[in-house]
């Protein structure tokens, strides 16, 4: 009888990823203006890929860790979006200009660092 993996198995990334999604948060947290502190967490989660919830001092930023790198990017991206706009947490207009305004500065990160193909 053949072992399935476990549903919440871990997503390994190399050093140089884990080196670069802490560099890249950084420098999206002084890239844009925050209203709170940001607390950014890899974890296992079985229904979502990621979700944001906000606290009086701060926000809690949660990314499934069975995510490939780029995905999880892409999820932290979204969920940032949230952050920068608590007040629209239906996915509207406010919300989607903080999301473009994350991919722009996320690709000026990508350009400053001279980040080249996939890592």
Not at 27 to 35: T, Y
Not at 108 to 117: K, R
Request: proline residues 4%; charged residues 30%; hydrophobic residues 40%.
């Amino acid at each position: 009888m053949r072992k399935q993996k476990p549903l919440h198995w871990r997503k390994t990334w190399t050093e140089k990823q884990q080196s670069n999604w802490h560099d890249r948060i950084e420098f999206l947290e002084e890239a844009l203006p925050f209203s709170k502190s940001l607390r950014i967490h890899r974890i296992p989660m079985l229904l979502d890929f990621g979700d944001c919830d906000e606290f009086p001092f701060h926000f809690i930023i949660r990314i499934s860790n069975t995510l490939e790198y780029r995905s999880a990017v892409d999820t932290l991206l979204h969920e940032l979006a949230h952050a920068l706009e608590p007040n629209d947490w239906i996915h509207g207009a406010a919300f989607f200009d903080a999301y473009r305004r994350l991919w722009k500065a996320d690709e000026s990160y990508e350009e400053d660092f001279e980040y080249v193909g996939e890592l």
